[in-house]
């Protein structure tokens, strides 16, 4: 059985341009003991210029909900600190180019709009795969669909 750490690795290639959906940020600022040994290394590729990530500020969006429910304002800075400084990752606004991709995407596949629009960003930036968790994604055929779950419980 090959080493979890070994595979992640191997699927995260340097050089790549990556889309990044919201939960894999949720799981990396929560330290969720499940996805952090595929998120540390993603982050730590993009940190060091090996790799790009790009994601939408509907991230940041979806990322402030808890801790502005919760009332933890520290919390709401530190996110937004990290995603709006995070070193080669781009944090795009949805504009009519964005907008008529996501539109596209959408028509094409029937996935909801927050999907679409991340995935639009993701194809818009020239990301080469988009990572996420949610499995129903994977009909997208215009860009690689990395499924986190699948990394960490596929076994050889």
Do not use: C, W
């Not at 690795?9 to 341009?17: H, Q, S, V």
């Not at 290394?41 to 210029?49: D, H, K, N, S, V």
């Amino acid at each position: 059985m090959e080493d979890t750490s070994t595979r992640i690795r191997e699927t995260l290639r340097r050089g790549k341009a990556y889309g990044i959906d919201t939960m894999v940020f949720i799981y990396h600022f929560e330290e969720n003991p499940t996805y952090s040994p595929l998120t540390k290394p993603l982050f730590e590729l993009i940190e060091a210029g090996e790799a790009r990530g790009v994601t939408s500020t509907l991230s940041l969006m979806e990322i402030l909900v808890k801790p502005k429910r919760l009332g933890d304002l520290a919390a709401v800075e530190d996110y937004k600190y990290a995603l709006t400084n995070f070193p080669n990752l781009k944090l795009r606004s949805l504009d009519m180019e964005v907008a008529e991709k996501a539109a596209e995407i959408r028509a094409r596949h029937h996935i909801r709009p927050p999907d679409a629009i991340q995935i639009g960003t993701s194809l818009i930036e020239g990301a080469e795969a988009f990572i996420t968790n949610d499995s129903k994604l994977k009909s997208i055929s215009e860009i690689e669909i990395i499924i986190m779950k699948e990394i960490i419980e596929k076994r050889e």
